[in-house]
């Protein structure tokens, strides 16, 4: 069967400018072209300590570069809002309804320190790669012949557009872009905007009364609910927007579908941002958000982030497995990067052992003290995915239109170090899955 993803490994790429330090030739990382790549190992992947950018994925080379780059993730099912996201929900909220432009005074100086207002121009972590050459030439499978012992290469499903678990990065599903489409009032409308308690308390009579509660008990439930102080989720926050059936100087709407998308968001029929995320077996990952500068006084990015959480929690009710949300790479030593660190809980990976840590107070002092650290305080600890010599033999690669085992190219033609470098980068289980292309 035809293994879902095809890659072909580039190996160390040295010497090239940091977007972090300034550095002309400080980044150094090791590199790899996906020709197809499923969600599935595009998981293990991240989890491993590689990005992509494109379909060309990188993974940095923690202890030589200049800036490390942790992974960073956060858990979408208790994430914690702090008051600098609800002043952004509750900003664009009210630009939304009354169409005022509300300047801060220190939105200059939360532009340019380590705050979520950062996020604008930092989700990509482009600073951290410079992509090299795509391949001049797509592999041909049509005519790859299949060697005898590729018949026991382990069964996978293929890589399908259609089926979200095989979602090539490559081959964007069709109609998979997601629209944050924002239209104007009619005109007319002369009352007031209604303040958001009063808004809410309406919302709260609706719901009752959808379920069948009128009459006295409906005025009891609403007593009840009065004058106290209720916890707000981010999805509270989120819905406060103005509603269609409400006057407004603009709408605000998003939907979200499976798959590699992009998310566009219209400020009446103007296309203000736009958001690039992966949706993944565990998360939903953020790769890239860009922005008109016009708009820097509604902090899309940040905006962005928390619709971004608050979709994550609502594929969880679908698929029960994804319960995080990944900001891409955590750089401790570039202060104007911290910012991811305010969604909270969030943690970071180890780039020895693999394992997740919370980026707690432990971890920072860690980090003030070394750029580069081990995380993981067990010394005995261990890459449980580190490939043996005989995980080695697994290896499945593609070789003069064949598919053979690394096992059948020793014989052959001796050891590739190529091939046994790359299986130690993946993990022995996207080694043993994916299709690593030999010239």
């Known amino acids: 069967m035809m293994p879902s993803s095809m890659v072909e490994f580039y190996g160390k790429h040295s010497n090239y400018a940091c977007g972090y330090c300034s550095q002309k030739s400080s980044c150094h990382s090791d590199g790899m072209w996906a020709h ?20 060309y994925c990188y993974k940095p080379i923690m202890d030589v570069t200049c800036c490390p780059a942790y992974t960073i993730k956060c858990n979408a099912l208790q994430f914690q809002m702090n008051k600098s996201h609800k002043k952004v929900i509750k900003r664009l909220n009210k630009f939304l309804r009354d169409g005022f432009k509300e300047v801060h005074e220190n939105q200059a100086a939360q532009s340019t320190e380590a705050g979520a207002d950062t996020t604008e121009y930092d989700r ?13 030439k797509r592999p041909d499978l049509e005519c790859f012949e299949e060697a005898p012992v590729a018949q026991n290469a382990p069964d996978r499903t293929s890589c399908s557009p ?14 998979s872009s997601s629209n944050v489409s924002n239209h104007s009032s009619g ?49 509270d926050f989120l819905s406060e927007a103005p509603r269609d059936d409400e006057p407004a100087a603009h709408r605000l709407k998003a939907a979200g579908v499976m798959g590699s998308f992009h998310q566009q968001y219209w400020l009446d029929d103007r296309l203000i941002a736009v958001g690039v995320i992966d949706v993944l077996p565990y998360c939903v990952s953020a790769v890239y958000f860009f922005y008109d ?5 509604l902090s899309l990015g940040t905006y962005a982030s ?19 949300y990944y900001m891409g790479f955590y750089i401790h030593s570039c202060p104007k990067m911290r910012y991811k660190g305010n969604l909270q809980p969030s943690y970071l990976l180890c780039p020895e052992v693999y394992s997740w840590h919370s980026l707690d107070a432990t971890v920072k002092s860690k980090l003030d003290a070394s750029k580069y650290s081990r995380l993981n305080n067990d010394a005995g600890a261990q890459d449980v995915n580190r490939p043996t010599e005989q995980d080695l033999f697994d290896v499945l690669l593609l070789r003069d239109r064949k598919f053979i085992r690394y096992s059948q190219c020793l014989q052959a033609n001796g050891a590739l170090a190529e091939v046994e470098t790359y299986a130690r980068l993946v993990g022995k289980q996207c080694a043993k899955r994916m299709l690593l292309v030999i010239a």
């Open 187 to 235: 005109s007319g409308a002369t009352n007031p905007p209604k303040k958001a308690k009063l808004l809410r308390i309406e919302r709260k009579r609706e719901k009752l009364q959808k379920k069948g509660v009128s009459g006295d008990d409906l005025e009891r439930l609403m007593k009840q609910t009065k004058g106290q102080n209720v916890v707000k989720s981010l999805e």
């Open 162 to 175: 259609d089926e979200p678990d095989g979602q090539c990065l490559n081959k964007p599903q069709s109609g």
């Open 124 to 136: 990509s972590d482009t600073g951290m790669v410079e992509v090299p050459r795509a391949p001049s």
């Open 36 to 55: 197809r790549l499923s969600c599935e190992d595009y998981q293990d992947l991240i989890d491993r300590g590689w990005r992509r950018s494109g379909c």
């Open 293 to 297: 500068p016009e708009f820097h006084f």
């Open 306 to 324: 928390m619709r971004e959480l608050a979709f994550a929690r609502t594929m969880n009710r679908q698929l029960p497995s994804l319960t995080n």
